[in-house]
């Protein structure tokens, strides 16, 4: 028996244990943690397509706006770009704009947005004379220097720019009130309101604006943003950021609930959110999502590979100097403005309609036509005997310009409202289609017979196309032109390799559904071509019925089989696939499109978009073969959409193909497990900080456990092999049912409260809907994704293994450099340790260091950087420990070093959580700005820490707890683990809190108040002067 409790104890006390399952886990863990990053760098990776742009850059630095005007001109500055060689006068003369930059952003990312309006109005605008008149001026850029400011992990300096913001737009206005600093004309009115474009962090800052104090009422209407994560913090580990982002977006979804217009007051604001896709690395581009914060008359999410002319993703910095981007950025900014009014933009529904036509595709529910709003321009006039094609007929052009002859019209009859199977026209081509008075290949035209109304004169049309020729016979056409309404699509031939390169001019693409053609009897396709070319034309009136294909297959189905489709040989010019079940953001699937045979030859090759409704994201796949198939359609975390009305469509793929060949077409979709686990990085990074502590806190309840039991406190090591015997898979397995009860009911709830949120809104306007429910545990709706909790579980385990062992190997090195510059070796009088002899300084300048420590915190420094100590002097601890047993072979020195050993380990977990806002102080610091940091000064936060640290330098050992309050021990630890993994990823800084709770624990402990008096402690300090002798550490 005495055998088997020396090897017991021996195991107990081994800190390299590491069990045969300890090891199978943690191999594991690496292997699956290994597989994700090489597949989230390696597989599913979206083709770079951005085009560089290029600016003559000169700043003007606004040295007058200083403290007068804020408290933080001594931090700050204000500069306005001109371009060099266009525009050189530093006098304000159009439409202000103001450049956010985002964490560690800075001023100078300005230069390509501001270049591009320079140049587009030197180039175009000034001389267009219908632009003067709608009020187009030049944009004058204004751009903030922060300084380089890191407003990611601070919330306290996110609302430091936001005020300092707010004080610079009320002097950029008061600029154009001033002769000597602005050029205007005299009749134009002040600006009143200035536009911001805000990248990153920058955008979230915009948002804060409206709701500081120092906020001027009307000053801000329109905000653009890019790669903003607005729906949630990047990271949760500084407690501000967390509360400045519920307050931001608690106040636009409030205001945005209310009934009355009067009571909203963001009323006159448009905010579009842009986002680059999955090359975004820094910030999830779900982020970016507005659907839980406005509403789509407000605003909208759409991303770069969306935009015609753009069609590519672009990581978190391209976006911002990408040329594709600018340009229409640009070109939209000077479609909403108005310098006549003094908001100096459109009102907001023309804003909002402007944005959606140069920043959607036009293939989107939400966009709105311009025919049907028009009045007939053109006045068609053709031969009695002029052909109309049969109803139901396709128009096929392979070659515009057949014969010498005038233009010749096509004519397609336009079906009766009511039709069967929902029917709608299309019509594709690869030239630009004119509008009025241009003399190109094709022009396209809705017609109604002659007069429309009685006594109506021909007179009234500005066009007049006569096709007649001499025929004395004729019929007239009161026409609209449709060339507004036509949206482009990347061209896609057999050469084509990606959608963003622009060697051919894009198609040319109609879709009108039959309600918008009410008023028209025919669709007139004009071809005025003056030479044989190789342009061409397809046009149709086809049922919705044939035209969409639902899949309703669901997901697990789809991992098992896949899905195969064959479109039929008789199709219609698009199809479109929606499988409503593949919504998820963390899946990944690869596209295979068989090649049609074609015996006249393809006119096209086939064309795909990839796309899904709850934000604006399409992808374009030319001349596809495979695809690579990824989205941000539902992510983890994500609060639900604004008042619940939109529920997801799932994904869609729309394949342009052409008709005329006459042959199948195989579609075939599989899901990417290998490319969907790199999915998982992006969407989950946190994990990684809040799970691990779980882990530890289980091995650390195991280690109190048994040492409360048996006066054997064991190795951090031996732990954490028992409680992958023991706790680790019983809580694991808890977690993942919770995770599927959780998802369970957020579905459930979802779908019962969707209708009675809609009727159900307080007479106030207020909106009772919970946008928090998604951010416990995994942040999934999904039940299907049971499995990432085990998951994750397996790689944390397998991290913290290998930061243990780190930190023992670590530990053995600085005692071993600690033995080799120290000469002396223990003597047989010191082998027996006492407190005294372990500690290096008394008790009175212990604590006279702490009290100091604790001064510099409540004023100075953040307590992230007394952690920070506090992490250095621990180490220390347990290299003294670790070389004192060591050298004794004592089993209370054994004891003591695993118990400072843990706590270390502990510490280190907690590291991560402080370290952002020490970088954040530390850059204050870089920048010599001597006002005090304004935030974290709280003692509380870090008192328990360094007590408990202090206590342990002297290497005082925990005594045991025999009586029941070493069930709170036990619990406190268990909440501590059941916190980290249910609330760690989305409130990570109260793990802090959490550990500090358990360091006050842990000292109270220590100094037990019923066997420790008030005058023992006094006593204790009175008799340990500087003069006492105190023994050296060994």
């Not at 310098?339 to 529910?365: C, H, I, N, Y």
């Not at 697990?556 to 593949?582: F, H």
Request: proline residues 5%; neutral net charge; contains cysteine.
């Amino acid at each position: 028996m005495v055998e088997g409790h020396t090897r017991r104890r021996s195991r107990l006390q081994n800190h390299w244990s590491c069990s045969l399952y300890t090891l199978a886990t943690t191999l594991l863990g690496f292997a699956v943690l290994f597989l994700m990053l090489q597949s989230f760098m390696t597989r599913q990776l979206d083709a770079k397509g951005c085009g560089m742009s290029y600016m003559r850059p000169y700043f003007s630095h606004y040295s007058d706006f200083d403290t007068e005007h804020t408290r933080f001109a001594s931090k700050y500055s204000l500069y306005l770009y001109r371009e060099g060689g266009i525009d050189e006068d530093l006098r304000v003369k159009g439409v202000p704009v103001l450049f956010i930059p985002g964490n560690a952003g800075s001023y100078k990312q300005v230069r390509p947005l501001a270049s591009e309006a320079a140049d587009y109005y030197h180039n175009i605008l000034r001389h267009d004379v219908d632009a003067g008149r709608a009020g187009k001026r030049p944009l004058d850029f204004f751009s903030v220097d922060f300084n380089e400011d890191i407003t990611a992990f601070h919330g306290q300096t996110l609302l430091d720019q936001a005020e300092y913001l707010n004080d610079a737009i009320s002097f950029i206005l008061s600029l154009y009130h001033t002769p000597a600093r602005s050029v205007r004309d005299s009749d134009l009115p002040d600006p009143t309101s200035v536009i911001l474009v805000g990248h990153s962090m920058g955008g979230i800052v915009a948002r804060t604006m409206l709701i500081m104090p120092n906020y001027q009422s009307n000053s801000i209407n329109t905000i653009i943003t890019l790669s903003a994560p607005h729906a949630r913090p990047p990271v949760s580990f500084d407690g501000d950021i967390v509360r400045t982002y519920k307050g931001i977006n608690d106040y636009w979804r409030h205001a945005y609930s209310q009934k009355w217009a009067i009571d909203n007051p963001l009323w006159h604001v448009t905010l579009i959110s842009i986002a680059g896709g999955g090359l975004d690395t820094v910030v999830p581009s779900d982020y970016a999502s507005l659907a839980s914060l406005v509403p789509e008359t407000h605003g909208f999410t759409v991303f770069t590979s969306s935009i015609p002319n753009v069609w590519t993703g672009m990581d978190h910095l391209a976006i911002t100097w990408c040329h594709q981007v600018r340009k229409s950025i640009v070109r939209a900014l000077y479609d909403v403005i108005d310098v006549s009014r003094p908001t100096q933009t459109l009102p907001r529904a023309e804003r909002m309609r402007g944005f959606k036509r140069w920043f959607l595709t036009g293939l989107e529910d939400v966009a709105e036509k311009t025919l049907p709003h028009k009045e007939p321009k053109t006045l068609l006039t053709l031969e009695d005997n002029n052909a109309i094609m049969a109803q139901g007929e396709k128009l096929v052009l392979r070659r515009l310009r057949r014969s010498k002859q005038k233009p010749k019209a096509y004519l397609l009859p336009v079906p009766p409202q009511g039709a069967p199977g929902g029917k709608k026209f299309t019509l594709l081509t690869n030239e630009k289609l004119d509008s009025p008075g241009e003399h190109g290949s094709i022009e396209v035209l809705f017609c109604s017979v002659f007069p429309l109304q009685a006594g109506q004169s021909a007179t009234l049309f500005s066009m007049n196309m006569d096709l007649s020729g001499d025929s004395s016979g004729s019929t007239r056409l009161a026409c609209k032109n449709a060339a507004s309404d036509v949206i482009a699509l990347p061209a896609s031939t057999r050469q084509s390799t990606f959608a963003f390169i622009t060697d051919e001019k894009p198609f040319s693409y109609l879709q009108y559904d039959l309600e918008d053609l009410a008023e028209h009897q025919f669709v007139a396709v004009v071809d005025k071509a003056h030479e044989q070319s190789s342009g061409w034309v397809m046009a149709e009136f086809s049922a919705t019925s044939n035209s969409v294909i639902p899949v309703n297959m669901g997901l697990q189905r789809l991992l098992t089989t896949g899905l195969s489709l064959r479109l039929p040989a008789r199709r219609p010019l698009v199809t479109d696939i929606k499988l409503p079940a593949l919504h998820s953001s963390l899946l990944a699937y690869s596209l295979h499109v068989g090649k049609q045979a074609c015996d006249m030859g393809e006119v096209f090759a086939p064309l795909l978009r990839q796309y899904i409704t709850d934000v604006h994201e399409s992808k374009f796949f030319v001349n596809v073969k495979d695809a690579n198939i990824n989205l941000h359609g539902i992510a983890p975390y994500m609060p639900p959409s604004f008042l619940a009305k939109h529920p997801s469509n799932g994904l869609s793929l729309q394949i342009w193909s052409d008709p005329t060949c006459d042959s199948t077409i195989e579609v075939t979709l599989k899901v990417d497990l290998y490319g969907s686990l790199g999915k998982l990085w992006m969407r989950y990074r946190l994990v990684f900080a809040a799970f691990p502590l779980l882990v530890v806190a289980l091995v650390l309840r195991q280690q109190f456990r048994v040492y409360d039991e048996t006066a054997i406190f064991m190795s951090f090591a031996e732990g954490l092999n028992e409680c992958l015997r023991s706790s680790l898979p019983f809580a694991f397995a808890a977690l993942t049912f919770l995770s599927i009860a959780l998802a369970g009911t957020r579905h459930q709830t979802a779908k019962s409260t969707q209708h009675w949120l809609l009727n159900a809104r307080s007479s106030n306007g207020t909106n009772p809907f919970d946008y928090t429910n998604n951010e416990l545990l995994l942040g999934s709706e999904d039940t299907f994704f049971w499995f990432l909790v085990p998951l994750f579980g397996v790689m944390c385990i397998g991290i913290c293994v290998a930061v243990n062992y780190v930190a023992l190997a670590v530990t053995y090195v600085l005692a071993m450099l600690y033995s080799a510059l120290r000469s002396s070796t223990l003597q047989n009088s010191d082998g027996r340790r006492t407190p005294t002899a372990f500690a290096v300084t008394s008790t009175r300048q212990r604590v006279i260091t702490t009290c100091i420590l604790l001064s510099l915190v409540s004023t100075v420094i953040p307590y992230h950087f007394a952690y920070m100590v506090l992490c250095i002097v621990q180490i220390a601890t347990c290299v003294r420990g670790f070389r004192l047993a060591n050298d004794s072979r004592l089993d209370t020195n054994y004891n003591f070093y695993h118990y400072a050993h843990s706590i270390l380990i502990l510490m280190i977990w907690i590291l991560p959580i402080n370290l952002p806002v020490l970088v954040v102080w530390v850059r204050n610091l870089a920048v010599h700005w001597l006002t005090p940091f304004s935030s974290h000064h709280n003692i509380l936060s870090i008192m328990p820490f360094i007590l408990l640290v202090e206590t342990l330098s002297t290497g005082r050992m925990v005594p045991r707890v025999q009586s029941h309050f070493r069930l709170f021990t036990n619990v406190l630890l268990f909440s501590i683990a059941a916190y980290a993994a249910i609330y760690g990823i989305t409130y990570a800084y109260v793990l802090h809190h959490l550990a500090n709770i358990l360091c006050a624990w842990l000292v109270a402990i220590h100094f037990d108040t019923s066997s420790l008096s008030v005058q023992q402690i006094n006593t204790m300090l009175q008799t340990i002067d500087p003069d006492s002798k105190v023994k050296k550490r060994p």
